[in-house]
């Protein structure tokens, strides 16, 4: 997935003589704290909303000093690069620009959201399992050798890495709603479980609690 595909025009990008108060509009109203500046097709930086509030809101934004220049990603670049500029630089949107320089639209924090919801199979009914392994451990293969072996299958799966630690958490996300057996040859396999979540865990979570508000109501 490249970005091109991710790009979004819903936010209208801020001219030079848009004013502060204008610029603060368009963050309340979409739940964003930055907005690009684009005089024809040239993105001429990012606005932060604490760039505003240093600065007189009743004069137009092409005055102002930004705290962030320039940011942006080209549209050929992979999404995984999008996230690591919006991480490493705190923003909530991220302008894009062709082979040509042009300012082409944006991605926000919840378009990769939505994104990361559909590859990721979180809307696809499964249970969660977490497991935690020294980095020279970890095989995708024989994890789910392990997982097909009790007839079930991996939606997805992620690593979770800590450059500090030789250990890393896997979180697989499991077609099935009962983890029972598959937990148990995990362990057999002398795999860490460090957490679950199960639909069924849930379910009856929500019963205990319906039959305590009941019992309670009924007293």
């Known amino acids: 997935m490249i970005a091109k595909t991710l790009v979004s025009n819903e936010i209208i ?3 030079t003589s848009d004013s502060g108060n204008e610029a603060l509009s368009i963050m309340n109203e979409f739940g964003v704290r930055h907005l690009p500046i684009v005089n ?8 932060s909303e604490d760039d505003i509030l240093n600065f007189d809101v009743e004069e137009a934004v092409g005055s ?18 999008v996230i690591k500029v919006l991480s490493k630089q705190k923003l909530t949107l991220m302008p894009v620009i062709n082979a040509d320089e042009e300012y082409i639209g944006l991605i926000s924090q ?19 399992v977490v497991l935690e392994l020294n980095r020279r451990d970890y095989s995708l293969v024989e994890i789910a050798r392990i997982v097909e072996s009790e007839g079930a299958v991996i939606l997805s799966s992620f690593v979770t890495s800590n450059l500090d630690s030789m250990r890393i958490d896997v979180t697989l996300k499991i077609n099935r709603p009962d983890l029972g057996n598959i937990i148990a040859t ?12 199960s639909e069924e865990q849930y379910n009856n979570t929500i019963k205990e609690r319906y039959d305590m508000l009941m019992s309670y109501l009924n007293i």
Request: hydrophobic share 35%.
């Open 64 to 81: 102002y000093r930004l705290s962030t220049f320039r940011p942006y990603v080209k549209e050929s670049d992979h999404v995984y690069e």
């Open 110 to 128: 919840e378009d990769l959201i939505h994104y990361f919801a559909r590859i990721g199979s979180f809307t696809e009914s499964g249970s969660i």
């Open 40 to 47: 024809n097709k040239q993105l001429l930086g990012l606005i």
């Open 13 to 15: 990008p801020l001219r």
């Open 186 to 197: 995990f362990e057999r396999f002398e795999y860490t479980i460090k957490a679950t979540f």
